[in-house]
């Protein structure tokens, strides 16, 4: 899939191999999105990049002894 390209939320809970209300949750979480009139979007890099520093935040939070991991 192309970095700069738009997804629906079906094609998100594809690519991240999650269920829709997974999808629901990360959003709460702060889920990069992309509002176009009433669709909701998801751009590809942003997802990755917010998925990175997820990663980051994590495994500084295990170092420190915080364990994290049941929030995603």
Request: a positive charge; charged letters at 30%; proline letters at 3%.
């Amino acid at each position: 899939m192309k970095e700069d390209s738009l997804m629906t939320i079906p094609e998100l809970m594809k690519f991240l191999q999650v269920k829709r209300n997974t999808i629901y949750t990360l959003r709460r979480m702060g889920l990069p999105t992309v509002k176009i009139g009433r669709s909701v979007r998801f751009k590809t890099d942003s997802i990755l990049k917010w998925l990175g520093d997820r990663e980051h935040s994590e495994r500084s939070a295990t170092a420190y002894g915080h364990d994290s991991s049941h929030l995603l």
